[in-house]
């Protein structure tokens, strides 16, 4: 008999996974606070759910993708909580970024419950939830991390068990957030410089994207910084400006210097400041502006 699947969080990132696991043969049971999300999970085949207590009824894994630590204790704990209704031994997957002490609260109180948990930083973006090649960062008891496997394999390409601890997943995926927010803000810089120097970007894209600094943050965002591509492109300048502060909260806890991270999260509140409903290359027109040029294309 296929596993019984839920999903909370019905965006970008859920609704992919969502329509991965029933491509994969899994009974899938959605719940967003959006009714037209809701609807549009039918629409794919899905069951919607008025609450996430029913998602979690008769459920054998389900994955949390809200946006933060508040959301996620609701979800599991609040009124009509998920806690309230999955059964013991069954999972719940926490693919949302939250940061390590609220991963860790999550699997107290879910464990008093007989509930297991896995925290699992996840990375791929839109595409990755929607083509199923995601990368999972995901620590927990690695039988529940094995008995997982199936689900896992429906929504991604690369699984990997980081930890048994709970906040494991969390903190890869702060390390990730480090990185991919400088690999962000040095493209935006770059391209500026190129662009008030008089080179094509275009000409920047075919250099660098196929040279040691070509990494798929460069070949994703400068297209789009070209087109003009700045909203509803799935990446909203708010997911990564929250991961950033998390990186940066887990620095000062652990007690560490990140000057490069610190700056890329400066960068990123001042495109959030400036333009709030727009994409993470945003940032990019804040610099040019700067130095009165644009980066566009050429022909």
């Excluded at 059964?87 to 860790?104: C, E, R």
């Excluded at 109180?109 to 297991?116: F, P, R, S, T």
């Excluded at 990755?128 to 394999?153: P, Q």
């Excluded at 709970?166 to 810089?189: D, N």
């Amino acid at each position: 008999m296929a596993k019984t699947v839920g999903v909370i969080g019905l965006g970008n990132m859920g609704m992919g996974m969502a329509k991965n696991l029933l491509k994969a043969g899994f009974v899938t049971k959605g719940y967003d606070i959006v009714a037209a999300k809701r609807e549009a999970l039918k629409g794919h085949g899905g069951v919607p759910c008025e609450t996430p207590a029913e998602v979690g009824k008769d459920a054998d894994v389900v994955f949390v993708m809200v946006m933060n630590g508040m959301q996620a204790l609701d979800v599991a704990f609040g009124e009509n909580g998920l806690a309230s209704t999955m059964k013991p031994s069954s999972v719940f997957f926490l693919t949302a970024t939250i940061g390590m002490g609220y991963a860790q609260q999550l699997c107290k109180g879910l464990e008093e419950k007989g509930i297991d948990m896995i925290d699992c930083g996840v990375s791929g973006g839109l595409s990755g939830a929607h083509n199923g090649t995601l990368t999972l960062m995901a620590s927990g008891k690695k039988e529940v991390y094995d008995r997982c496997a199936d689900v896992m394999d429906a929504i991604a390409s690369n699984p990997n068990h980081v930890g048994t601890e709970p906040g494991q997943g969390q903190v890869v995926k702060s390390c990730l957030q480090a990185l991919i927010g400088a690999e962000f803000t040095a493209t935006f810089e770059l391209l500026v410089l190129g662009a008030k120097a008089g080179v094509d970007p275009q000409i920047l894209l075919d250099v660098i994207g196929t040279s040691g600094g070509g990494c798929g943050v460069f070949k994703n965002c400068v297209p789009l910084i070209m087109d003009r591509k700045f909203k509803d492109t799935g990446s909203a300048i708010t997911t990564m400006h929250k991961d950033l502060n998390i990186t940066m909260d887990l620095a000062k806890e652990v007690g560490c210097y990140m000057p490069t991270t610190s700056t890329a999260r400066e960068l990123f509140q001042a495109g959030l400041t400036a333009y709030p409903d727009e994409d993470n290359w945003c940032i990019t027109k804040i610099l040019e502006n700067i130095a009165g040029v644009q980066v566009k294309r050429v022909k």
